[in-house]
């Protein structure tokens, strides 16, 4: 299957915290790029849902983020060490200090 990614994700290891159904959630993060993060979570969005999230970056104050989950995928517990679970979102909004840590990487 042909590649339909504009950018290069890149993985890291990164706390993101998002609420949702009104709980606070923390996850983190597999892999990044400019349009796109996969977050590593126990609690998913449904597909569909717009969420705010404040991503930490690494010596940088927190940011916010917004986006649209795209997709969600859960594995068994057995192979979560191996298979990542958990849900794509398309960032809307990107703010300059996570385009310019993208750009340091």
Known sequence: MPEKRRFARKRRRL???FEWEETACTGFTY???PEGIFVRATRFPKPGARISATLVLPGEKPVKVRG?????????ATLTRVIPSGF???LTD???EYLAYLAAL
């Open 15 to 17: 706390t993101i915290e």
């Open 31 to 33: 892999d990044i790029s």
């Open 68 to 76: 649209t989950v795209v997709r969600t995928f859960r594995v068994p």
């Open 88 to 90: 794509s979102l398309r």
């Open 94 to 96: 990107q703010p300059e």
